[in-house]
């Protein structure tokens, strides 16, 4: 009788941990595509308000840069399981995000 128990525990946490590793990724999902969208908007409203292409000084540029940094990062983790670009882009994409909300562009 305790084997049959044993036997169902482990098949009960091996079931717990798939399902926690599961939920991490549609979160890492879910705060990457909240993340895009909404510096999308910025981008957009940024534009809209200015009347150009939001690229022409050193504030816009850095929010422009994570975008696209973040773009890449989505793309090559659709297309590939390792995403070994993701050890570039995400502490580029954090620091520069730090330094233009830092305040030190004005």
């Not at 200015?50 to 659709?78: D, Q, R, V």
Request: with cysteine; charged share 10%.
């Amino acid at each position: 009788m305790s084997l049959k128990v044993a036997i169902l525990m482990i098949h009960l946490l091996t079931l717990l941990v798939r399902e926690l590793g599961g939920l991490c990724d549609s979160l890492e999902k879910g705060m990457i595509v909240t993340f895009s969208l909404s510096i999308t908007g910025l981008l957009d409203s940024r534009w809209a308000s200015t009347g150009h292409f939001p690229l022409t000084n050193l504030y816009e540029s850095l929010i422009f840069l994570p975008w696209a940094l973040y773009i890449l990062h989505t793309i090559s983790k659709i297309q590939n399981s390792k995403n070994d670009l993701s050890t570039i882009t995400t502490p580029s994409t954090i620091l520069m995000r730090g330094f233009a909300t830092l305040g030190l562009l004005n």
